[in-house]
Nanobody, 124 residues
Framework: QVQLAESGGGLVQAGGSLRLSCAASGRTFSSYAMGWFRQAAGEERELVTLITGSGDSTYYRDSVKGRFTISRDNAKNTVYLQMNSLKPEDTAVYYC?????????????????WGKGTLVTVSS
């Protein structure tokens, strides 16, 4: 069982930056692909980015490419999301997820574990 806890959300002006962190429990952290989903009010949850267990491969949705960077520290059981050049449309609850599957099409829904989410609000 993997337990996840996000931190780092908050209010930021458009063009600003935030860094989210997700701390994971368990001794098999490096076995899991890790990623971030987001859900804006009234919208469906969407995959933002993911990183494989070894950190050698990443995926980003088109709308965040060049602005967001995912990274992980397996020694600290932590994954990070650096968000730069934030836009109002990035406003959402951001959820950390862990899954043994790293295919973006199924990540989070195969054998997924989820955090409770952290709110990111970008003001215009």
């Amino acid at each position: 069982q993997v337990q996840l806890a996000e931190s780092g959300g908050g209010l930021v002006q458009a063009g600003g930056s935030l860094r989210l962190s997700c701390a994971a429990s368990g001794r098999t952290f490096s076995s899991y692909a890790m990623g971030w989903f987001r859900q804006a009010a009234g919208e469906e949850r969407e995959l933002v980015t993911l990183i494989t267990g070894s950190g050698d491969s990443t995926y980003y949705r088109d709308s965040v490419k060049g602005r967001f960077t995912i990274s992980r520290d397996n020694a600290k059981n932590t994954v990070y999301l650096q968000m730069n050049s934030l836009k109002p449309e990035d406003t959402a609850v951001y959820y950390c997820a862990a899954d043994l599957a790293s295919d973006p099409l199924v990540f989070g829904y195969a054998m997924g574990h989820w955090g409770k989410g952290t709110l990111v609000t970008v003001s215009s």
